[in-house]
Structure formats: C-alpha cells, structure tokens
C-alpha cells in the first residue's frame, strides 16, 4: 500500500509540474506558479506531501535530508528583511555563510533539532524576479556527518535553479 501511495504521489507531481527534461537520475522541474526551474534528484530522493505548501519537497530514501523548493509573492519584501526573516526561525541556530547581491542571497549554517546527537546542516539560496515582486528558494538539509555525500548536489542545485519569472 505504501509503494502504491509513493508511485501515486510521484505520478501526480510529474502531471501537475511540467517536466522539460530529464537526465541519468534528475528531472528539471518548472514551478507552474512562479516560473522558476530546478534539477530534482529523483533516483536518491521522493517527492513528499507537505501541506499548504507551494512547489516540491522531497525526502531522501533514508529520511535524513530533505530538499525544498518553493517560490512566493515578495511585494513589500526586500532582501534584508527576507534574509533576516529565514535567519531568525526557529530552529537556526548558526549562520556559518552569508553572500548576496542586489537579487539574491545564500545562507548556510546548522542546528541541532532536539533528540538528535548530530548537527543538522541546512544551505539555503534565494533568486528574486527581475522586477523583485517574487522569489524562488531552494534549501537542501542533512546530517552533518552526510556533508560529503551531499556536496556535489548542492552545486548541481546552484548550477541549474533559476529565479522566479517576471
């Protein structure tokens, strides 16, 4: 039932999001509501459902890392104040790298969620629209024990997100 419940999930996020190509192992995904494209690792991790939330999450096989991308409106949400808003939530506890220009921003660091020994990683990027009026993200987080194994990953996600249409 469960393999049947995953398969259907796959099946509905690959007909609502339209799929422009695909490679060994990843999938170009394009956000219907923003414009914004990004490769999916679909051999190491499945799309999850996640409730009142915009764009695609996936969770890898053995649920220690999971990546989100998602766009939203950004009118009257200049990039200092989105900045500050993800780097102040709950669960951040150390901003270890911060770069940005004009219409972008990156912030990676850790956190320790209760009942686990190990830090948690998180490396987020966030591409603004031309005219500024959205934005794209994406954030990958994992164990930090599982940073070799997630290095390279990162870099195809920089090398292929692109920013919100408009």
């Known amino acids: 039932m469960r393999l049947w419940c995953q398969a ?3 099946a509905t996020l690959l ?3 339209p799929v422009l190509a695909q490679t ?3 999938q170009t995904y394009r956000d219907p509501d923003f414009g914004f494209s990004a490769m999916l690792p679909t051999e190491q991790f499945a799309p999850i459902a996640v409730p009142e939330t915009q764009g695609v999450t996936l969770r890898s096989a053995d649920g220690e890392a999971q990546i989100n991308f998602h766009g939203g409106p950004a009118q009257d949400m200049g990039r200092d104040m ?3 808003r ?8 150390t901003i270890t790298y911060r770069a940005g220009g004009d219409s972008w921003f990156v912030l990676s660091g850790y956190y320790k969620p209760e009942g686990i020994d190990e830090p948690v990683i998180f490396y987020t990027k ?3 629209s031309l005219t ?7 954030e990958i987080s994992f164990p930090q024990s599982d940073k070799p194994r997630y290095e ?3 870099e195809i996600f920089e090398d292929n997100f692109t920013r919100p249409a408009g």
Not at 86 to 93: M, P, V, W, Y
Not at 132 to 138: G, M, T, V, Y
């Open 8 to 10: 259907l999930t796959v």
């Open 15 to 17: 007909s609502a999001q």
């Open 24 to 26: 060994e192992g990843w």
């Open 82 to 84: 989105l900045e500050e």
């Open 86 to 93: 993800l780097s102040s939530g709950d669960q951040i506890r």
């Open 126 to 128: 966030v591409l603004f």
């Open 132 to 138: 500024h009026d959205s934005f794209s993200a994406f």
């Open 152 to 154: 390279d990953m990162v």
